[in-house]
């Protein structure tokens, strides 16, 4: 391998990162749930499948290597730095930070007109997580803002996940329901389109609005024995017509998917 399609390699690396990062925060930490008062450090390798809404760009499917840490207080999960500031069998309040799992890259899209906008860059984002443990299912809330730019805007998330284990310390299966707000700022900063970008591209120019997508999903997690462990997803969100009117965007929904092997260290 050249160091030209080393450099690929490793861009495309990066690229995958958010997206295993943010889905390992909702379906493997759960099964780790309070596992982590001693400090335990985990190591896995991930294989993720995304298709975007954007138009012009194809399925990408990724292998990348994660990392994991879970203590009493601070957890580090792919990509998301966690400080719980309290926490209790049934309850959770933590400050997260971590990169969100977006971005829009012009030179990557096979999408002539596309390839004339601007780059929407990662965000690195902050706030407040919130989890709530009941016999009836676990419920989350958080919002969170993009500390590199303030004017792009936050996003606020309600979740529900149930589990249909007898012993979710051994292993999980259940379906999950997320319901986002995202501020216009911050739905713009993705979708749409400036008058300079629109006389570049030819693409009419577009504002959009606040949003509100559902997302619904099945997770599942297993112990194989005590180091050793499986976790996945499949993921399908409903985009809001805010995002499906972009001139950037094709079709209502958007699918993604990953499995985990995780070996406790």
Do not use: C
């Not at 971005?103 to 989890?131: H, V, Y």
């Not at 979708?191 to 606040?210: K, P």
């Amino acid at each position: 391998m050249n160091l030209t399609q080393k450099q690929k390699a490793f861009r495309k690396a990066l690229k995958a990162a958010p997206f295993i990062g943010l889905t390992l925060v909702s379906g493997l930490a759960v099964a780790a749930e309070k596992e982590s008062s001693k400090g335990v450090w985990q190591a896995g390798l991930a294989l993720a499948t995304v298709d975007a809404a954007y138009k012009g760009r194809n399925r990408d499917n990724y292998v990348f290597p994660v990392l994991g840490y879970e203590s009493e207080r601070l957890y580090f999960r792919g990509i998301e730095l966690g400080y719980r500031l309290l926490s209790s069998r049934s309850q959770e309040l933590a400050i997260v930070s971590g990169i969100g799992g977006k971005r829009f890259d012009p030179k990557k899209n096979n999408n002539a007109e596309l390839q004339q906008l601007d780059k929407r860059d990662f965000r690195l984002e902050t706030g407040l997580k919130f989890t709530q443990r009941t016999p009836y299912g676990r419920f989350t809330a958080e919002s969170r803002v993009n500390v590199r730019d303030f004017d792009t805007g936050y996003q606020s998330t309600l979740g529900y996940f149930y589990s249909f284990s007898p012993s979710p310390r051994q292993w999980q299966l259940g379906p999950r329901l997320d319901v986002s707000y995202v501020s216009g700022s911050y739905t713009d900063y993705f979708y749409g389109i400036s008058q300079a970008e629109a006389g570049r591209s030819g693409l009419s120019a577009y504002d959009s609005n606040s949003s509100w997508n559902v997302a619904i999903s099945l997770e599942g997690f297993v112990r194989l024995n005590e180091r050793w462990s499986l976790a996945g997803t499949i993921k399908r969100s409903f985009l809001d017509d805010a995002i499906r009117n972009s001139p950037m965007t094709e079709g209502s929904h958007a699918n993604s998917a990953f499995i985990i092997i995780n070996y406790r260290l």
